[in-house]
C-alpha cells in the first residue's frame, strides 16, 4: 500500500518486466516466470535480479465511490527507493 496525498492507495496490479526478454509478466494467483526464466513473480513477491526487472505495478484508491488510479511517475518513484534501499 503507498499513501500519497494522504490517500491510501492499493496494489491492483502486480506485475513486472523483464528487460532481458522484454517480457511483462503480472499474478493473479501463484508463481509465474518469464520467457528467459531471469526474473518471477508470486503473491506478494518478485524473485531474480532487480537490475533485470522494471515495475509495472498499478495501484488505485476508492473515494467518494471512485476509482483513481495512481500515477505512474510515484509507482516508479517508490520503486526506485525500494531497489536503491536493498541494492
Ligand atoms: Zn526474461
Known amino acids: ?5 494522504g ?3 492499493y496494489l491492483a496490479r502486480h506485475a513486472i518486466y523483464c528487460k532481458k526478454c522484454k517480457d ?4 493473479t494467483s501463484g508463481y509465474k516466470q518469464c520467457t528467459c526464466g531471469a526474473v518471477g513473480i508470486d503473491i ?4 531474480g535480479a532487480l537490475a533485470d526487472m522494471e515495475t509495472r ?7 467518494n465511490g471512485k476509482t483513481i488510479w495512481l500515477p505512474q511517475h510515484v509507482v516508479e518513484e517508490v520503486w526506485f527507493a525500494f531497489t536503491a534501499s536493498t541494492a
Open 1 to 5: 500500500m503507498i499513501y500519497y496525498g
Open 7 to 9: 490517500v491510501p492507495y
Open 24 to 27: 511483462t509478466i503480472s499474478s
Open 44 to 47: 506478494g513477491r518478485m524473485l
Open 57 to 63: 505495478q498499478m495501484y488505485c484508491a476508492y473515494v
